[in-house]
Every structure is written in structure tokens, then in C-alpha cells.
């Protein structure tokens, strides 16, 4: 069982930045990667980057590439997204997960979730 405890969602305006932190608990070492996703109602969770312990191997959605940054800290076994030049479309609620892979990290049913934070961007 690995616990996942997002931080740092909340309101700004477009153009704006939000940097979200997720700390991990418990069997940690079992999963390799980590990440988030983002929903929105209505809507699938969607990939939005994650990240290896080892190495720091990064994947990221199109959609955020050049404006999001994934970073870890391995003696917190926090996982950091950095959001920059945010518009209203990144509004949603932001869940972080585990993977033992970044492939794996990318599938719903495998691995752990968080609670989720909820981000919100006006125009």
C-alpha cells in the first residue's frame, strides 16, 4: 500500500503559475515511477507527466510539454509539477500516481492514487 498526499492546487489567473507537490508513504520502493494525471467532469483522467525514481526518465502530455516540469525529490519521495503559462484549459482536478514503470505509470487500474487537488485558471 503506497498513500499519496497532493498539495499546492488552488486559483491564478491565465499566464499564471502553480508548482503541486506529492508526497509518498508506505511501500514506496515497489513503484518505480511517478506522476499525474488531470480530470475534468465529464471527462477521462488524462496523462499529464511522470517521472522514474531512478535516472528522473521524464514523460509528458503534448498538451503541457514546454510549459509543465516534473521533478523529484528522492529523500522526501515527493514528486514536484512545476505549471507555468497556465490558461483555462489546465483547469481540473490533479491526481497523482505510482507506476512501476512509466508505462505502467499510464494505466488507470495498475498502481496507486491520490485524493486529487483541484486547479483552477481564469481568464
Known amino acids: 500500500q503506497v498513500n499519496l498526499e497532493e498539495s499546492g492546487g488552488g486559483w491564478v489567473q491565465a499566464g499564471g503559475s502553480l508548482r503541486l507537490s506529492c508526497a509518498a508513504s508506505g511501500r514506496v520502493f515497489g513503484s518505480r515511477a511517478m506522476g499525474w494525471f488531470r480530470q475534468t467532469p465529464g471527462k477521462e483522467r488524462e496523462f499529464v507527466a511522470g517521472?522514474?525514481?531512478?535516472?528522473?526518465?521524464?514523460d509528458y502530455a503534448a498538451s503541457v510539454t514546454g510549459r509543465f516540469t516534473i521533478s523529484r525529490d528522492s529523500a522526501k519521495n515527493t514528486v514536484y509539477l512545476q505549471m507555468n503559462s497556465l490558461n483555462p484549459e489546465d483547469t481540473a482536478v490533479y491526481f497523482c500516481k505510482t507506476g512501476m514503470t512509466l508505462t505502467e505509470l499510464k494505466v488507470p487500474a495498475l498502481g496507486f492514487w491520490g485524493q486529487g487537488t483541484q486547479v483552477t485558471v481564469s481568464s
Open positions: 517521472i522514474t525514481w531512478t535516472g528522473g526518465q521524464t
